[in-house]
């Protein structure tokens, strides 16, 4: 090699800066520069991590983009990124969960990579080789994201032909983008006569070199293949005055020349076996053993022909340090492969093809089979191929590489097996070509419903997927049930991704009892096909639907019962299910409203650490929020607001805008516990206007669930600013919703709002009624933290509530018993409703109240009328929302005014 320390110098500086991109045509040694430098920063104590990727057109399937990324920086980090290649792929979620989702975005997946990058303590050097072969948007979209958020530790590398997609222009505005072009890549004059005399030891005239370096305008392949031909060559004036035309050409004239020069068996090996894309002396011998020379002599041994073009500098390329893979450069290969047709005929290259194939299938790289398979036109062996690899492409994502294998065979081929046929619809549906889809099933649908069986059941689950994406809801649960009922017993895995596609839309429609049918289903299938992952999830989800009903018993024995399917999959020696995250944190949550801090706080806490240990942003951000409760419960209200500025964090950090609305509404509760009603009033001023509830329609895609969080928070502030009408206003058609849809939980929330907000408008029976329904409702399930946290005018109605007797006085005393125990810190997330301040002659006779006088003595110690006290003491009822002296003097005291 001809070292250039003016390049790698510039590389070695370039490491301060987020990207390196190396960019120019082929032939001009980006490869080889990055390989040199590699090895000088590679050595010494203080040597770099590099992880090496080199690219090809497969890898723009982004589910082995991602595999192929990890891998390769597991090379220089062990464990690195595990999370992602352990990832659940098509099997670990409902049919109804697209792959191109946001939860499943390319971008999304490399979140957890980066933030595991950002807590190592050494830096690290990525070098993406090749990556003008990747044209998938999810891809480059992946590597912008990686850029925006790139750590300090890590620097990335990008070479290839052409400039990447990415936002260049941006990073070359900051000063972190190196850039290194053609004319940088070209050889000098200097570099020019040392590779020619020294490297290639051709001992030529300066003059000689000078012409070379101007033919080729330092373009190195041109120059290589010069210096090849010229090793032999007699009449070198007479080849200089014939080393004309264009690069290709040049190139194309000099390879033919270069290759005629090598012993015959040589020859007869780089043409056999340009047909692959990498080189590994077995697969050769796979490749050549029929292939004797017209001596009949038997050729070398692939092993020691791989080396000898090494050696001989022959545009081969060594892919590991044991030298047991190689490639070709890819301009020698064009030119063999191409050379290659027109000296051994089409017929004997599909024959090459159908070795490497059979190879390929022996060593289980089914991918690499297929690929030969097809352009050999095997047909036979393609489709058996597909048919036995299919449904794991499907369930690992790997979609674009199927769709491509499909339609790479006859049309009719693929209509004609069922299975392919299938595998065509799925695959389809699952990219989101919902038209393509349709016309596939219209087209192949009516053979396939001809056969019977379990085709019929899985034609109603494509068809079913069909319709749940274009919002046809009705006849998804329709097309699912038939599904369900027609597939047989012994299908598991897809008799449980439809009974949770299942139920899945049937909590969309509303349909309560139908969704918690269907998990159930989901969860004991999936637990038969040994699918822990997926069981969990279902029996997660089937306790969300009783914590929703205000099930709270029903939801904590679901919840265990998630976490014991958890330890046996450890028992048994396996890991922990990547969502096990999401039953702590729900278990955590009904903990809590049972009071049960302690044990609360221990489930989220170790929800959160496998949350984040395995991507799982809901059991992350539901931890972070949960946890704000149990500080805010605790009397710590800087760490509640702490741990909602974690929250806030993470969902940045992760792109989770879908939680902003939950965010604010904690947000606003913990302003108004802290009697920061201005912040409040803030958000209620900037707040979406208000939604028509009674006939709320979601075809913007603004889910029902997140509306009527919003709205409940816009009551909370109205309530607070004395605006119980137009709060009272806004809980009426709210609580029609959940009563409808059975969501007792979120009716318990409004009618505790609507108890409160007729007590400021000192209407106790309203007040008293709206309380006993919500302490009808949540008494069997021993609700505590749901009364607790709206503060001490809640405390108030619930000592109305007990002193009226009854059977739910027992149940209020228990409750204010704890409010008694919690007097000490102000826990409560209450509503302090406080317009404006008192005056300083309003606190004057405030204190004076507070100490115990009359207003008799007021008016003497203070020199007023009796009808002036009487006038202040109006005035601070109405700004404090009380009725009467001994809730004036606890509320002043509660906002610290005393």
């Known amino acids: 090699m001809v070292l250039r320390p003016r390049l790698t110098a510039q590389l070695r500086r370039g490491l301060a800066r987020a990207l390196t991109v190396i960019s120019a045509p082929p032939g001009f040694g980006k490869t080889t520069l990055l390989s040199e430098w590699v090895a000088e920063v590679g050595k010494g104590e203080n040597a770099a991590k590099i992880a090496w990727l080199s690219l090809d057109n497969d890898d723009n399937d982004s589910a082995r983009f991602l595999s192929y990324l990890v891998a390769c920086l597991q090379t220089v980090r062990p464990a690195l990124g595990e999370s992602i290649l352990t990832r659940p792929g098509i099997q670990s979620r409902p049919l109804t969960h697209l792959p191109n989702q946001e939860e499943f975005e390319c971008a999304e997946l490399l979140v957890p990579l980066i933030n595991e990058i950002a807590a190592i303590p050494e830096d690290l050097v990525l070098v993406l080789d090749d990556y003008h072969v990747i044209h998938s948007r999810s891809i480059h979209q ?31 505005a900051r000063g972190q983008l190196l850039e290194l072009d053609t004319a940088d890549l070209r ?11 020294q490297v290639m030891g051709l001992n030529l005239s300066a003059a000689d070199v000078a012409i070379l370096e101007t033919r080729t305008e330092g373009w190195i392949a041109g120059l290589q293949m010069a210096a090849l031909s010229m090793q032999n060559c007699q009449d070198i004036a007479g080849f200089m005055a014939s080393f004309t035309g264009t ?24 043409l056999r076996t340009s047909i692959l894309n990498r080189l590994a002396a077995p697969l050769c011998d796979a490749i050549i053993s029929e292939a004797p020379d017209r001596q009949g002599q038997t050729p070398l041994l692939s092993q020691e022909i791989l080396e000898y073009l090494e050696e001989a500098n022959l545009f081969v390329i060594p892919l590991d340090e044991r030298r047991g893979w190689y490639r070709y450069h890819h301009l020698f290969a064009d030119f063999l492969r191409d050379y290659g047709v027109r000296q051994m005929g089409a017929q004997a290259v599909a024959a090459l093809h159908r070795r490497a194939a059979a190879w390929f299938e022996q060593n289980d790289l089914t991918a690499e089979a297929v690929g030969h398979a097809l352009v050999a036109a095997d047909v036979e062996r393609a489709v058996r191929l597909v048919e036995q690899s299919g449904g794991a492409m499907l369930r690992q994502s790997e979609l674009g590489t199927l769709l491509n294998w499909l339609e790479a065979l ?11 046929s299938l595998f065509h619809a799925w695959a389809l549906v699952f990219t989101g070509q919902l038209k393509a889809a349709e016309e596939w099933l219209q087209d192949v649908g009516p053979e396939l419903g001809r056969r019977g069986g379990e085709i019929v059941g899985e034609l109603a689950a494509i068809r079913a997927s069909v319709a749940f994406f274009q919002r046809d809801i009705s006849s998804a649960i329709e097309l699912f049930r038939r599904a369900f009922e027609q597939l047989p017993e012994e299908n598991l895995f897809l008799r449980g991704a439809v009974a949770m596609s299942l139920a899945t839309a049937c909590n969309l429609q509303g349909d309560i009892a139908g969704a918690s049918w269907a998990f159930a289903q989901a ?19 089937l306790a969300q639907l009783h914590v929703s009903q205000a099930q709270l018993h029903r939801a904590a024995e679901l919840y265990r019962q998630a976490l014991q399917l958890a330890r046996q999959q450890i028992a048994r020696g396996g890991l922990a299910p990547a969502n096990t995250g999401r039953a702590h944190v729900g278990l955590g949550e009904v903990l809590y409203q049972w009071n049960e801090l302690d044990a609360a706080t221990e489930h989220f806490q170790h929800g959160i650490q496998l949350g984040q240990q395995h991507n799982d942003s809901l059991a992350v951000m539901r931890g972070y929020i949960a946890l704000a409760r149990v500080k805010q419960a605790q009397g710590d209200r800087e760490g509640a607001f702490a741990m909602i500025g974690k929250a806030e964090a993470f969902a940045q950090t992760n792109n989770l805008p879908s939680w902003s609305v939950r965010l604010v509404d904690w947000r606003v509760r913990f302003w108004l516990a802290r009697n920061d009603l201005p912040a409040a009033t803030r958000w209620l001023q900037t707040a979406r206007p208000d939604p028509d509830i009674d006939n709320a329609d979601d075809s913007a895609g603004y889910p029902d669930e997140l509306r009527q969080i919003e709205q409940l928070t816009r009551c909370r502030c109205l309530i607070a600013q004395n605006k119980a009408d137009e709060a009272l206003t806004l809980l009426a058609p709210l609580r029609r919703i959940p009563e409808d849809k059975g969501r007792t939980a979120c009716e318990l929330e409004i009618l505790l709002l609507q108890a409160l907000a007729y007590q400021i408008q000192n209407q106790p029976a309203k007040s008293l009624v709206a309380l006993e329904k919500a302490l009808t409702l949540a008494e069997p399930e021993g609700y505590i933290r749901l009364f607790i946290d709206e503060g001490d005018v809640m405390a108030e109605l619930l000592a109305l509530a007990r002193e009226k007797g009854g059977v739910l006085s027992d149940y209020a005393g228990r409750l204010l018993a704890v409010f008694s125990q919690e007097s000490r810190h102000p826990s409560s997330f209450g509503l302090h409703p406080f317009i ?63």
């Open 142 to 172: 992946a590597l912008t994201c990686l850029l925006d958020h790139l750590p300090p530790q890590l620097h990335l590398i990008i070479a290839g032909r052409t400039d990447p997609p990415l936002p260049l222009s941006r990073l070359r």
């Open 187 to 197: 050889f000098t004059a200097a570099e020019t006569a040392a590779f020619l005399n």
């Open 247 to 270: 690069h290709r050409y040049i190139f194309d004239y000099l390879a033919e020349e270069v290759l005629q020069r090598q012993p015959e068996r040589i020859q007869s090996f780089l």
């Open 410 to 420: 006859p049309t009719e081929m693929v209509r004609s097996r069922p299975r392919l």
């Open 523 to 541: 969860g004991v299938i999936h637990e038969a096909n040994n699918n822990i992952y997926l069981s969990l999830m279902a029996t997660c989800n």
């Open 836 to 898: 404006e301040p008192l005056s300083d002659r309003e606190l004057e006779v405030l204190g004076l109240i507070a100490a115990g006088l009359s207003n008799q003595h007021i008016a003497q110690e203070l020199v007023l009328t009796i009808g002036t006290v009487k006038w202040h003491l109006s005035n601070i009822y109405s700004k404090l929302g009380v009725n009467s002296r001994t809730q004036a003097v606890a509320r002043a005291r509660e906002l610290r005014l005393l």
